[in-house]
T-cell receptor
C-alpha cells in the first residue's frame, strides 16, 4: 500500500541554520505531495504542495521539489527562525476511486536562539 | 470561506464509557471528511474517511465507528472506550480531487 517515510527526529538547530527534512514515498500511481506543519497545541496547517513531477512548492521560505525518479519530497529552508519550531508532516494524496491522504510519522523541529 | 468546527476541545472519560465527537464544516458542500488520531509522540493515523453522506471507509479495525448523517457533519463514536483510545483526534475536510486537508483544532481525549 501507499506509505510515507520521514527522517527521524527530533531535530535541533540554531537560528539561521539550514534545514532539510527528508521525505520519501511509495505509491502505485501519481500522487500529489504535501508538507503540513503543526505548531504546539494546534491542529495541522498546509505548508506547501506539489501536484506533479518536478513541481516546486514554496511558502514562508520553505521549499520542496517533487522528484519522481527518487520518489522524494524533501523540505528545505535556508535560514530557520525560532518561530519555525513545530512538527512537520509529509503526506501524499492519490486519486483512485476515492480520495485518501496518507501522512508520514512527523519530524519535530526545535530552533534555539 | 470555509470553516471547520470540532468539539469538545478536551474530554476525560472513564474506561467503558461511550464516546461521541462531532465535526461540522461550513461554507462548502459535499466535502471529503476524515478522522485522524495522533497518539502522544507519534504521527497521524487515518481512522475513517467519507466521500459522501452515509459512505464511510475504515482504515483500522478498532472499537471506534464513524457516521455522516448530514453532508457536512461527521461523528466519531464508541460504545465502550478503552485506555488505548486516548489521544488527540483531528477532523479534517477537503475538496474532492487531491486537494489539501483543512484541519479542525482537535479533541484531546484521555481515557482513565
Amino acid at each position: 500500500g501507499d506509505s510515507v517515510t520521514q527522517m527521524e527526529g527530533p531535530v535541533t538547530l540554531s537560528e539561521e541554520a539550514f534545514l532539510t527534512i527528508n521525505c520519501t514515498y511509495t505509491a502505485t500511481g501519481y500522487p500529489s505531495l504535501f508538507w503540513y506543519v503543526q505548531y504546539p497545541g494546534e491542529g495541522l496547517q498546509l505548508l506547501l504542495k506539489a501536484t506533479k513531477a518536478d513541481d516546486k512548492g514554496s511558502n514562508k521560505g520553505f521549499e520542496a521539489t517533487y522528484r519522481k525518479e527518487t520518489t522524494s519530497f524533501h523540505l528545505e529552508k535556508g535560514s530557520v527562525q525560532v518561530s519555525d519550531s513545530a512538527v512537520y508532516f509529509c503526506a501524499l494524496s492519490e486519486k483512485t476511486s476515492y480520495d485518501k491522504v496518507i501522512f508520514g510519522p512527523g519530524t519535530s523541529l526545535s530552533v534555539i536562539p | 470561506s470555509q470553516t471547520i468546527h470540532q468539539w469538545p476541545a478536551t474530554l476525560v472519560q472513564p474506561v467503558g464509557s461511550p464516546l461521541s465527537l462531532e465535526c461540522t464544516v461550513e461554507g462548502t458542500s459535499n466535502p471529503n471528511l476524515y478522522w485522524y488520531r495522533q497518539a502522544a509522540g507519534r504521527g497521524l493515523q487515518l481512522l475513517f474517511y467519507s466521500v459522501g453522506i452515509g459512505q464511510i471507509s475504515s482504515e483500522v479495525p478498532q472499537n471506534l465507528s464513524a457516521s455522516r448523517p448530514q453532508d457536512r457533519q461527521f461523528i466519531l463514536s464508541s460504545k465502550k472506550l478503552l485506555l488505548s483510545d486516548s489521544g488527540f483526534y483531528l477532523c479534517a475536510w477537503s475538496f474532492p480531487g487531491n486537494s489539501p486537508l483543512h484541519f479542525g483544532n482537535g479533541t484531546r481525549l484521555t481515557v482513565t
